[in-house]
């Protein structure tokens, strides 16, 4: 005798789950009654990613990566609301946000302070480290 389907029912209820299932298998609505259960689509003001998120470490060659962990370790105490600031604010939001002393220095002591800064990256590229092409 040959093994069809699953144990717990017998073949001929085997072939009514699989007609019923195939409705919604094959329709382009979402299968659950209940709405929350649903995964939640993307919003329209989502920004697009070309290759899924950035993390530190997946650049080309060491100084790709220097650059990325350099930015990435400055944006963890830097927050969007410290902008824009000059080199002043820029180092006082580093100093409230408990940045560590060698982050701090480079900064004090690299960043030009004659300009308004918009945000991390300017930041970044003002101190040497540009962001990968």
């Known amino acids: 005798m040959q093994q069809r389907g699953s144990d717990q029912y017998s073949p001929r209820r085997d072939d009514e789950m699989k007609h019923e299932l195939q409705g919604m298998l094959k329709g382009e609505k979402p299968t659950r009654a209940e709405e929350w ?3 939640e689509p993307a919003a329209d003001d989502d920004p697009p990613l070309a290759s899924g998120p950035v993390r530190p470490g997946t650049g080309n060659d060491a ?5 990325e962990a350099f930015r990435f370790e400055l944006a963890r105490y830097l927050r969007r609301t410290d902008f824009p600031a000059d080199r002043p604010e820029v180092l006082a939001a580093l100093d409230e946000n408990h940045a560590p002393e060698p982050l701090v220095e480079t900064v004090r002591h690299d960043l030009p302070g004659e300009h308004a800064y918009h945000n991390v990256q300017e930041v970044a590229v003002a101190l040497g ?4 092409a």
Do not use: N
């Open 37 to 39: 259960h649903d995964p």
């Open 129 to 132: 480290h540009h962001p990968r």
């Open 63 to 67: 100084r790709e990566r220097a650059d």
